[in-house]
């Protein structure tokens, strides 16, 4: 997406939600009402042309340094993930929501690879795609405290769930890990203002168990919420993955001896990284909403280096 047309859609969202101006009617702490419902469709973009290898520094996608002629190098790479997923909330209780997270993934990577008959160099073009569902997040929320019982303006929930195996590990780039995972985490909610402006301060960390050799993750997130006026907001954060221990299911491609038809690629090992994020919500309505997030990778460990954007429509029913 290029500049300028990403720089007309925020102003056109912008636009059309102050034309009728609404509170802000979403958050990711504050329990739904019993027996309401929101939607949330969501369609992602990321796409990476470096990585961070293991020892933490960037480098060419798939680059593998060689020494002689016995391997292959790989040069030229482009890695492009495209997911259209849909959340959902439900109000069990006052203070307990349901919460269901499933995608559609679209995987497609190209890159160029040497081969050296009879001593001789050739380039050999390769592409991998690979499309499916993801694995099945399900999880409750449920509120701990609320302003009104600490007379203060927080908000605390904590948060557990569980992933179904749902994803296709026979795909040409495995979907899901054919696994149980298990998270646990703490959100809190703190709501203020700048300069009279309204404002807020959300944080997420846990803890995810995973299922077989995959190692066991941290997670965290903070982010800062300022409200331009009731119906636009924007958001900047931060947030990441990191897997505990010694990293031994690598993200990326894998060495092969020599020439084949593709090589495996891995996309859902261990890893670490850290992300910036900055979002705009457009709330047209009480019900509807429109977001738009830019997130780039800061720093990892055997991950991929790239941007995405993100652009969800929710629906409070």
Sequence with gaps: MSLRLLIFFILLLIF?????????????????????SVYWITTSYFE??????SAGFRRDLFRVATTDETSFPVTDARFIDRMVGLHYE?????????????????IATT?????????????LAKSITSSGFTDLWIWARYELFNPTKLKFPFRLATQVGVKLPTGDILAPVALGTGMLDYDARMLG????????????LLFDTGFRLRGGDYKNQALYRLELGISAADEVQFRVGFSGIASIGKLNKLIGIGEIPRPA??????IL????Y????????????PTFAVLFDYQRRLYGNATFFGESIQLSFAFLR
């Design 16 to 36: 059309a939600a102050k034309s009728v101006a609404q509170e802000r009617a979403f958050w990711s702490v504050k329990p739904l009402q019993p027996q309401r």
């Design 48 to 53: 990476a042309s470096e990585e961070f290898a």
């Design 90 to 106: 439900y109000g069990y209780s006052r203070r307990l929501t349901i919460v269901g997270y499933l995608g559609f993934r679209g």
């Design 111 to 123: 890159y160029t690879e040497t081969d050296f008959p009879q001593g001789i160099p050739t380039f």
């Design 189 to 200: 909610e703190l709501t203020f203002f700048i300069n009279r402006i309204p404002a807020y």
């Design 261 to 266: 038809a593709t090589r495996p690629l891995n």
């Design 269 to 272: 090992g261990d890893e670490r």
């Design 274 to 285: 850290g992300q910036v994020l900055l979002g705009l919500q457009a709330n047209f309505s």
